[in-house]
């Protein structure tokens, strides 16, 4: 199987983007992993520091081996937006693939210094594992919010990244280019759009060079997240539009069988339901390859 590293290196060659999706449970797991070999594509699944409180870091790392082994797929595991080097070393042992580590709360020069400290001391662990630096602001919790937070203010430049990539050493850069954390209660309803810098996008990868990572994609304008993989994002994160799925489908079967208390008979319709919006995610990702082929 090949391995992440190559997986990347393949999508920036084809102009697609590698999906990545977070989990809370098994159920979100289940459906990522069967969109993604439905469409025959590789897929990327993540767990928050929250997250692996919930499920267990050992047990994030088991379940996603067991799918990975017994099919012989190309998923890989990401320990999202990591805040500590204990627990991306934790996160490391477990046998994660690649870490976020995100200390981009911080001022610059101090996200520079701990970041590069990260990769120093992960690498050392494990040469392959992968790791993500992130400067800017995107606001913070894949929920749903009432109003936007300000996020002009803290935007990256190409400047900025180019610095930071060269001076850490990280694999993978999540820039701040529009993007933001969770939705609003109207992208929910479906009248608002997240939109990006596209622009933004392409100078940063011009300095930067190389995998750029799109987090708080959930809520964005389609033909701007095409746009986004042409301008040089290999990888998108989607999280609270899974979220939403989980919880619609949870709610449309509890509705349909008010006394079904056998969760292996009410719980299906929650895996279609995600799956859902997995698959057209990775379906529009796909298309990449054709957006960058023609620019």
Not at 60 to 82: C, G, K, W, Y
Not at 182 to 205: P, Q, V
Not at 238 to 265: C, F, H, S
Request: glycine share 8%; no cysteine; proline share 4%.
């Amino acid at each position: 199987m090949d391995t992440l590293l190559n997986i990347l290196l393949q999508a920036e060659t084809k102009g697609v983007a590698i999906g990545h999706f977070n989990f809370s449970d098994f159920l979100m797991l289940k459906a990522i992993f069967e969109a993604a070999r439905d469409l025959r594509v590789p897929v990327v699944v993540g767990a928050s520091e929250g997250e692996r409180k919930f499920i267990g870091v050992h047990q994030a790392a088991a379940m996603v081996r067991s799918f990975r082994e017994q099919f012989d797929f190309p998923i890989f595991l990401n320990a999202d937006h990591t805040h500590s080097l204990p627990g991306a070393m934790e996160a490391a042992e477990a046998g994660f693939d690649w870490i976020v580590f995100d200390a981009s709360a911080l001022p610059f020069e101090e996200n520079v210094r701990q970041t590069k400290a990260a990769v120093q001391v992960l690498k050392s662990l494990r040469p392959e594992i992968l790791v993500e630096g992130e400067i800017g602001d995107i606001g913070t919790g894949s929920e749903i919010h009432d109003v936007a937070p300000d996020l002009q203010r803290g935007l990256t430049t190409p400047a900025e990244a180019r610095q930071f990539v060269e001076e850490t050493e990280v694999d993978t850069l999540a820039p701040a280019v529009g993007n933001m954390h969770g939705m609003l209660k109207s992208m929910i309803a479906g009248t608002a759009k997240k939109r990006l810098d596209i622009e933004r996008i392409r100078a940063i990868k011009k300095e930067a060079r190389g995998f750029m990572t799109l987090h708080g994609a959930s809520g964005t304008d389609d033909g701007d997240l095409r746009e986004a993989i042409t301008a040089g994002i290999t990888t998108v994160h989607i999280n609270t539009e899974a979220r939403v799925a989980w919880r619609r489908g949870l709610d449309g079967a509890l509705a349909k069988q008010p006394n079904q208390v056998v969760p292996y008979k009410l719980l299906p319709p929650v895996i279609d339901s995600i799956k859902q919006v997995v698959a057209a995610r990775l379906a529009l990702f796909s298309q990449g390859r054709r957006a960058r082929s023609a620019s």
